[in-house]
Structures are given as C-alpha cells and as structure tokens.
C-alpha cells in the first residue's frame, strides 16, 4: 500500500511520513508505538510516583484567576479526588479557563510532580467526567513531532486495517500476523497490546535470525587455519610467568587454542571480573599466534588501559622473539608513520591501541588475531572495522560484565564464552551498600579517616558539570566543594571524559602512585585505572548508572591483598531494588544476566521496529525464535530471501560484525 492511498495523506503528510523512515504501508505498520497510556482504570495518588501518568476524577474545589507575568501566563484548579487532592495548572492556554468551574466533576489526564511535596499536573487533558475522549488505551508514537499523535493514531489504524501482511512464522497456536499489528496500533486493553507486541516481536527475531544464519552460510565455508603448531611451543613464556596459570586460564587458553585450529572462525568471550587474569589469556594466546606466523592486535577504549596492556605485553613478550607495539590518537605523526611501517611491513607481530587502531591507514601484512577489551565500550560498527582488516580473523572480546546483547548471542549460539573465575576470596571483594542522602555526612567522614591512613579514594560523579533541571552532583561540583570542605587538608584531583588527554593521564598517574588522596571523576575511571592503594569507590547518583558499569567500578578498589575494600552506591530516592542486586551478587556473568532479564537483550541482531517499539526480548522470545529459526533455515534460502523482513535484515547484517 502506497502512503498516498491512505485517507488524507497528500504529499506534504507523506514527506513528514517518509522522514520518519515510513515509505509505504508495511513500513507504517512497523511504526510501533513507543508507549500506550492506560485510560481504562483511574490512578490512585496515595500509590503514585513522579513521572507516572494518571487518569484522575473529581471535582473543582478551587478555580484560580488567569495570572500573567511577561510573556507567560497560567491558571490553576484545585481538584479534589476519592484518592487525594490534585493541583492542575495550565500555562498559556487562558482559552480553556472558560471551560472550567468551581464545583464541576472533571476526568484528567497527565503526568504527575511532585514539587516541595505537593502534587501537580501540568498542562492535563481534561473533560467532563463522563465525557468519552480519555478513555480507552492510546497508543504514543515517537514522532519527534514531526506527525501529529492524533493523524498518527488514524493513519496506523486504517493501514492496519487495510494491510495486508505475509507472516514468515505461520505455526497452529500463534496470533495471525494481521491481528498482531491490528491490536498494536488499536488495542482494546493492554493485555491485548502486550500480546500484540509479542507476537510482532517473534515475527521480527526470527526473521533476523534466519537473515544472519543466511548471511554467515558463505563464512562458515572457507578458511583454513594456519594456527597448526601444539600449544607447547609457549611453554616457555608461560614458565616465565611470576605466577602460576589458574585452571580456568588454562581452560580458557585451550579454548581458543583448538578454536584458532577448527575450520571455522573464532567468535569468543573471555568473562571474569576485574584482575582476574583475562589479559594474560588474550597475551600468551597473541604470542602462540605470532609463532605460527601471523599477526595480533588489541583494542582498548582508553589510552591509559592501551598503555597498561602495553606494558604487560612488553615484559611476557621480552626475549621470546615476540613484537609488539603501541598506537595512541596522541602519538606524533612521526610515530604513528614508523608504527604503521612495522605493522604493514610484518616486523610488528602484536599492535596494542585505542581507536587508533581503526584507522584506514593501519594496515596489516598478515592479520589472523583480533582482541577487543572491554567490549561493551565499543560499538558494533568499531569491531566491524577491525576485523574487516583481514579475511578470515579469530576473534576474541573480554568482558567483566558481558552486556545482554551479548548474552543473547552467547544464548543464541553464535558467540561461545569462557570464564575466568577470580581470584580473590569471598572476604576480598567489596563490601557493597547503599546509602542515602542523610548517610553521606557519614560516609564522607569515614573516607575522610581511611585517607588519614593512607588510603585512596574515588569519587564518582554521573554528569561533569551542573545542568538546570538535572538535580545531580556534577563531578565539578562535588570537587571543589570537598577539596574546600571536608577534605580541604587531602590532596584532590579531579578527572573526566573530555578533559584533555594528556591532563587526564597526568592526573590518573599522579592517583597510581598515590599522590592523590580522593580522586574525583565521571565514569571514565571504570577502566583502565590500576591504583593499589585505592580502597573506597563512592558512587553518587548510583542509580544513574547501569549494573555493569557499577560492578566495573567497584572492581577498581581492593587490589591490594589483605586491604579490606569498599563500595558505596549512593541514591536520592526512588527504587532501589536494582542496585540492591550489587550488594550480594559479585560475579560478573551472573550479575549480566541479573541486568538482563531487567532490561531485556537490547538491539539484539539489530533488533528494533521502526518505531522503536519498548517491548523487552526475553530469553523465552529468544528461544522460541530460535527454534522457529532452525525449522526455517531448512526451506531453500531464495525463498526466504523472497521474504520482505528477511530479506530487509540480510541486506543490513552483510556489513557488521555480531561479535
């Protein structure tokens, strides 16, 4: 169905459509809405939170006059409601004071703040209370404005009604199709539209499955591995080790060792917490690629985490006849010429660097090894451009957490995971807690004595500066009020993402060798800082911050054996279930998929509609897709390349990496 053959859609509405990435009916019906407002049942305020959006009955207790200052003017109701007394205020909009009265029943709809501890509602929809406008459930699509709610509403429910769609998974017992985005865009309850989104979600996930199994069927095919020599050949670098390998290490090691000598590329996850061992891991298994004749490079998001790899690497590789060299954004373009000349010539055998080593001028004579630390810190697209460096590449990423995008492939199969269990006994980690705004006088004196004693501190803070309407401590901020304030006799130091780099360097080194105290910072310290001392993370905001990057960041403090370690997470208010989850769960993977089954998989595959539909994919909606997926993959592949969503979602897949 073509956008114009919809009733009221001239060319100017089907630009506004088409800007929106609707180009014909099929692309309408994907514009799933982001929310639905449930006008079916009314909200009690005694149970109400901030930010929440309410269906209200009542009567006007008080109706104010229209008050004008400058260029703004308002008015306001006080409506008095079975469950509580509401304040709703209207800013220039005098036009709707003549529809109201004092004594009136009115029905109202809007969302809930909460100011000094009064409750309001700015700028509701309002009618009378029998009025039949709010009712019902209302899908909210994101138009970014573009296309009016209300047009859009209308435009969806007619092509939903008109449509006609091919469904790939057509199976006894599951919703047609057409009745799916039917009820999305009309639903009669939210039980329908949560069914609705679930059955369109499984249509979309297996379509994306097939769609990647068919794009990686010419993949799978070649290669033949040159990794041909026993792992023996590095014993002698694994005895020059100060420690010995744990047997998860050496599990890990053989993993990717017969993984580098299969007939089909490597595609493989190093979990384990923080000091674990995984760089180890990722050198000798770089070192055994070098003895086999081919090259290795590792990527890291920081340059001072580049640098610290860097340095691991130069001493496990000194006198074994490995090379390695490092690559920064801030090396010289006389050093990034003679870096460059080593790797393209073969005389570099491993390149450590940041997103340096991305660029087209990075070229390798013969890379067989790719390594991304800290994954979830790069993009698809980054670890795409990396391995397209050289054919047929083994790949390796490491992660304390694992983000549920990745926990969905290791699910789904294509990526295989081998954990690293820590070292540390179960009294070494982190004592975790959560403490509110009146706990953090408490707090800060008890940093304030563990300083005295020599013990570092970090101090984590969600935004740089002050933002208005963000009420959040901004690392500036709590800087200079601490070095002023309670730790005006300590050394402060304070550090953040844009910060020039070679200041950051300097200020995280000064911290290394401990003549910091408290270190102020974003969360550019979750990695890629190595400070003994540290003993005390205190996150402010906490509840700002994902699972994963809070477990990073407590895995900065206890590296020293036998110095008892702790972790704050401080949150104003709200719930905090969440983070409770830190306060008893210390290992990473599980902690992951603790965070997903709360989030969900994310842009799995390249997972979202059009109209970025919030529905979670689970791992029942990951498994049932797969089973489907696998009873598909048996039809020959042009006629599921015939399919619009398959064949929409080959097309996209044939240019990223799905490590």
Known sequence: MQLEELKGVG???????????????????????????????????????????????????????????????????????PTGVIKAVWFNAPYLRNNLSEGQDVALWGKLSVKKGARELINPGFEGAEGERLKGIVPIYPTKGTVGQSLMRKLAAECAAKQMVEPLVDVEGVMPLGKAYYDAHCPASMEAADAALARIALEGLTARLVAYRLSREGELARRKSRCDRPFEIMDDMVASLPFELSSSQRAAIADIVRDMRGDVCMNRMIVGDVGSGKTVVALLTAAYVARCGMQSVLMAPTEILARQHYAAASRLFEGSGVTCELITGSDTAAQKRKIRAGVASGETDVLIGTHAVLSDDV?????GYVIVDELHKFGVRQKSALEKKSKGVDVVVMSATPIPRTLALAEYGDIAVSAIESRKSADEYADTSIVSDGELAEV?????????????????????????????????????????????????????????????????????????????????????????????????????FGLASLHQLRGRVGRRKGMRSYCFLHASSGDVSRLSILESERDGLRLAEKDAEIRGYGDFLGWRQSGGSAFKIDISLLKESKRLADVLCGTPSEELLAHRSVRQFYDKLNNISMN
């Open 11 to 81: 060319q100017k509405t089907a630009d506004k459509l088409r800007a929106l990435g609707i180009r014909d009916g099929r692309d309408l019906l994907d514009f799933l809405p982001s929310a639905y407002w449930d006008m079916t049942r009314e909200g009690d305020l005694r149970a109400a939170e901030e930010g929440e959006y309410l269906l209200l009955k009542g009567r006007v207790r008080k109706l104010t006059k229209i008050v004008r200052t400058g260029r703004l003017n308002f008015f306001a109701a006080t409506v008095d409601t």
């Open 363 to 367: 070229v390798f004579a013969d890379l």
């Open 444 to 544: 800060w004196k008890f940093v304030g004595q563990k300083a005295a004693e020599g013990e570092q501190i970090y101090v984590v803070c969600p935004r740089v500066e002050d933002s208005e309407g963000m009420e959040l401590m901004s690392a500036k901020t709590v800087y200079e009020e601490l070095s002023k304030g309670e730790f005006k006799d300590l050394s402060v130091g304070l550090v953040y993402g844009s910060m020039a780099e070679k200041r950051k360097t300097e200020t995280m080194e000064r911290f290394a060798r401990g003549e910091i105290s408290v270190l102020v910072a974003t969360g550019v310290v979750e990695v890629g800082v190595d400070c003994a001392g540290a003993s005390i993370m205190v996150v402010l905001h906490a509840d700002r």
